[in-house]
């Protein structure tokens, strides 16, 4: 079947350190790829997408490339910010209903 | 824009009372989708309209938990009776039909059942 793993957290690094969160999937055919991120006291939101193979997703300086052949999607951030402390999930669309399979999540603290 | 709105965004609840969560999607969305998200796991599925119709409650507990969204709009939740092991946070999402995956979640219903 279809799943997510991602590390465990929760990771901790100081400010300006560089950033990986990997995750791993397990899926048939070609599923789509997401990075959410869940600011304390606040609702999920989306990070980045990538949609097939080799697509490289961005924002807020986050990057993750869609590796079929390794079948992952790891997170990187070159210089972290106190800012960027959050719970991060990786999650799959495997077909067209646009259902999201999601990992357990990984908790970022960044420390000043 | 206005996001996806829930409430309440806490309640506490004894075992065996009932309790229903209301969701409004954002405008023009017509795919909603309910999540359960117990603490250090990643959401799960609960159920999926479409419009006013289910594409998917395969893994909806149907002897307590039930969801209607009647006119195609807002949704309700109920659970009823309430267990200890439904203390979660209930998330509602919505997205557009066709077009692109990204759902947009509103901040969740936290519940404790005590």
């Known amino acids: 079947g279809n799943s997510v793993t991602q590390m465990e957290g929760p990771v901790t690094l100081s400010e300006e350190a560089f950033l990986t969160i990997n995750c791993t999937y397990t899926?048939?055919?070609?599923?789509?790829l997401f990075w959410y991120v869940q600011y304390p006291g606040e609702g999920l939101q989306l990070l980045l997408k990538?949609?097939?193979a080799d697509d490289k997703g961005s924002n807020k300086g986050f990057e993750a490339t869609y590796r079929k052949e390794t079948t992952s999607f790891h997170l990187e951030k070159g210089s972290v910010q106190v800012s960027d402390s959050a719970v991060y999930f990786c999650a799959l669309s495997p077909d067209s209903n646009y259902q999201l399979i999601w990992g357990a999540g990984t908790k970022l603290i960044i420390k000043p | 824009e206005a996001g996806v709105a829930q409430s309440p965004r806490y309640k506490i609840i004894e075992k065996r009372q009932s309790v229903a969560f209301w969701c409004n999607p954002i405008?023009?969305?017509?795919?909603l989708y309910w999540y359960q998200q117990i603490l250090g796991q990643g959401p799960k599925l609960l159920i999926q309209f479409q419009n006013n119709g289910v594409v998917d409650d395969s893994q909806l507990p149907k002897d307590r938990f039930s969801a209607e969204r009647l006119k195609g709009v807002d949704s309700t939740l109920k659970i009823q009776p309430a267990k200890l092991e439904d203390s979660a946070v209930y998330l509602c999402?919505?997205?557009?039909?066709?077009?692109?995956?990204?759902?947009?979640f509103g901040p969740g219903t936290r519940l404790t059942v005590l």
């Open positions: 999402a919505s997205r557009i039909a066709g077009g692109n995956n990204e759902q947009f």
């Open positions: 990538a949609t097939k």
């Open positions: 405008s023009g969305h017509a795919t």
């Open positions: 899926a048939t055919g070609y599923p789509s």
